[in-house]
């Protein structure tokens, strides 16, 4: 089959207003729109600008009016706690109904926000939902962030109210959300008005008189006062109206609230489930990521919801729950057409799976393809995959601020030819372009910053949370006219783009955005430490792991060894688990310019055994020598 992507493309190009107002018209719109585009509204344009509409309305209601009430909406398979549950169109309108209902009697409005604290469970869902009916902003905040950290989105976001679970389950232990919430809430300025907490049955947590709330009781009062004919209505809100706040890790400590807005982000997944995903209303999508990061806001809730697909809602890891065969149990038993998946979970399968056995145990008729993303996809990843499932593995790319990919092979237009180690070429929307450091576009094949010429499209940032001058100087002070990604790579002459990794102190660990910046605030937090330097080091199963390398300050007269094992508990304990900070090492000099600057590129290099030109800027060669024997002696 010829792709359609070129034709589709051009259609963009010629005419990018008219391509995304005729998407739009796959959506119900309380007042549809007559504008695509204002540019002189936001910080660089707003899309629909005249628009209105209610997102739950579109993932939820509208499929049970037409008829999908008896399909399924979501299907909760989790193998760590041996249970599942499928829910129906139908049944998701009902739960969804009742804790709007809920959150509306706490006072909950429009443009109020919720946190969103809770593991992979359906309440998570209905939680997302039931803010979107409302007109109110959801903010989830990924269960395996620390007190801490969940305390920074807490005093920036200011929530009205705090929706959270007993606990979590990861292999290995029960993580208990409830003590990190409540030390959370001790630790921020802003105190939220009432938390409502969803008792699991591993796990019941305590709760604080007058201040927390059990989940099921309100339920039950809610569904009652529905079935005596009380109303949970969706509230029109404007496309421009946002829909949620997500928080992302940037270069210093104090994380970045990426807006995203109700009508571009509507149109721009259902747009790209189909025609990336080739997925559509009643077939089923598995995203195997987590609903605390955008690919699980985009692929897990809101794109096969707004589509009228079924979405598969995984509690468990790609391996050791209780095999590497997991992820395709799953797809055969629920007939997935596609499985989206970070290529870190495909290095751990492949790792207890190496000849691809696992695959053959199970019907997979139904699978279709493989989408990678998250980070690089490395082509012996894909090359095991290929050959192991037989289907197309297709990587793409995107950010948590673009929404949906940039770049991709669109499946759902017909494949273009696979470059392995490329994530294919742009999306519509995206006018991805390669600079040099004075922001002039670069010949094919010569690297340089990747950046897309404003206006992104629907379903991109439009800024961050209060913070039109930091979205300014973050992404669109650099190169004028863009938006820069911070990923560095090239185009090839067909158009096909390469990401080389970031420019900036994000690491990719496990598929997980992390801040090298923030794990550097964290140590040197510790009394003993003078100065620090996290560099992501190269990790065959993580991609990446983070390591650090400190200086003692004189005389601090603690044993080394100890000191380590400090630092990798404070940063567990004010960033989390999920940082896998898990090395560090006590130096006695950290090498840098004559100007200060600490040469991270250099000490990045040397740990993962890569060859590199020492600055001629250094102000201490020896300190090199240093990092080099006690990396050696590691
Ligand atoms: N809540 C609480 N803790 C969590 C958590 C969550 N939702 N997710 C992870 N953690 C904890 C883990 O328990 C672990 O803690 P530990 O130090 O006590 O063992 C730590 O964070 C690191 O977890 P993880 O990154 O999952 O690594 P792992 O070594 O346990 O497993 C993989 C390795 C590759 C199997 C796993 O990283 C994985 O499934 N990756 C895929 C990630 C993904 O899909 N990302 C989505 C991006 S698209
Ligand atoms: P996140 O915001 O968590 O989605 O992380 C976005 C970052 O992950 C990007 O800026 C890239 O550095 C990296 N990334 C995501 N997908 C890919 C990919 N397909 N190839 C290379 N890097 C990727």
Known sequence: ?????????????????????????????????????DAGAGVYGRWFPDGELNTCHNAVDRHVASGRGEQAAIIHDSPVTGTGRTITYGELLAEVKALALTLTEFGVGKGDRVIVYM??????????????????????????FAAKELAARIDDAVPKLILSASCGIEPARKVEYKPLLDKAIELAAHKPDAVILKQRPQLTASLVEGR???????????????????????????????????????????????????????????????????????????????????????????????????????????????????????????????????????????????????????DLSKFSALF?????????????????????????????????????????????????????VAMPGFDITIL????????????????????????ALPTLWNADDRFRESYLTEFPGYYSTSDAGFLDEDGYLYVMGRTDDVINVAGHRLSTGEMEEAVGSHPAVAECA?????DDLKGEIP????????????????????LVRIVREQIGPVAAFRQVLVVDRLP????????????????????FDVPATIEDPAALDEIRAIVASR
């Open 1 to 37: 089959m010829t792709s359609r992507y070129q034709d589709i493309h051009a259609a963009w190009r010629s005419d990018p207003f008219g391509f995304w107002l005729e998407a739009a018209k796959g959506l119900d719109w309380t007042t549809p729109p007559t504008t695509a585009f």
């Open 119 to 144: 593991p992979m469970i359906p309440e998570a869902i209905f939680a997302m939902l039931a803010c979107a009916r409302i007109g109110a902003i959801h903010s989830v905040v990924f269960g395996g």
């Open 212 to 362: 927390d709330f059990d989940w099921e009781a309100l339920r039950g009062k809610a569904m009652a006062k529905l079935e005596a004919g009380a109303q949970s209505p969706c509230v029109p809100v404007k496309a421009t109206d946002p829909l949620y706040v997500l928080y992302t890790s940037g270069t210093t400590g104090k994380p970045k609230g990426v807006v995203r807005d109700n009508g571009g982000h509507a149109v721009s997944l259902h747009w790209s489930l189909k025609n990336i995903f080739d997925t559509d209303a009643g077939e089923t999508f598995f995203c195997a990521s987590d609903v605390g990061w955008v690919v699980g806001h985009c692929y897990i809730v809101y794109a096969p919801l707004i589509r009228g697909a079924t979405s598969i809602l995984f509690e468990g890891k790609p391996i050791g729950t209780p095999d590497a065969g997991t992820y395709w149990r799953v797809v055969a038993e629920h007939g997935a057409k596609v499985l989206f998946t970070a290529p870190t979970a495909i290095r751990g399968i492949r790792k207890e799976d190496p000849d691809g056995e696992m695959p053959k145990r199970y």
């Open 372 to 424: 990678l993303a998250g980070e690089r996809a490395d082509p012996e990843t894909i090359i095991w995959a290929e050959k192991a499932l037989d289907r197309p593995v297709i990587d793409h790319w995107w950010q948590t601020e673009s929404g949906w990919p940039m770049a991709a092979n669109p499946l759902g237009l017909g494949l273009l030819p696979i470059k392995r180690g490329s994530p294919t």
């Open 436 to 459: 040099d450091p004075m922001g002039t576009p670069v010949a094919a094949n010569e690297m340089g910053a990747i950046a897309v010429k404003l206006p992104l499209p629907p379903g």
């Open 534 to 538: 996290v560099i992501g080091m190269h």
């Open 547 to 566: 390591c650090g390398f400190v200086v003692l300050k004189k005389g601090a007269g603690l044993d080394r060894r100890e000191i380590e094992a400090d």
């Open 592 to 611: 840098k310019t004559r100007s200060g600057k600490i040469l991270r590129r250099t000490i990045k290099a040397i740990v993962d055994d890569k060859p």
